[in-house]
């Protein structure tokens, strides 16, 4: 039987990657309403990725026969004004989201939970790589985004993104 702490943590994950998806598709909204689709599909994936994240926690504890608590999913509270607020609101919601990573893998190895340590590898690594996209699309704006040729550049490159779904196996 798993810990109930660590339980209780993979819960709430699963409504935490359901509320980043709702948060990437709010980015999404935004870069649409700019005539930014390069940027809108880049982030319509990221919201995609989300819920294959949720989904895994969600499969992750049935496999483990836990019980699987759905909550409601709150509304992306943020509003932007500037090109680049979104991205800094991605990038420090990647960072609170590794925390959260953080915490339950603590919990885990606390509880002496190899099983729920292995699992979470995949995730440490994939916020490692959530946190370098972000920061580097950051970098990519303050260097061309004033530009209108490099900003439509940019935007070209974001839209030749294409979904892939998870490689972690349960």
Known sequence: MMDQTVSKLLNEQINKEFYSAYLYLDIANFYDDKGLDGFANWYEIQAKEEMDHAMLFYHYLHNND?????????????TFSTLMEPLEAALAHEKYV????????????????????QFLDWFIKEQGEEEKNSSDQITKMRLYGDDARSLYMLNSELLSRTYAAPSLTL
């Open 66 to 78: 836990e019980p699987v608590t759905l909550l409601a999913i709150d509304k992306p509270d943020k």
């Open 98 to 117: 590794t925390s959260l990573i953080n915490n339950i893998y603590a919990a885990a190895q606390k509880a002496n939970d190899f099983r729920t340590t």
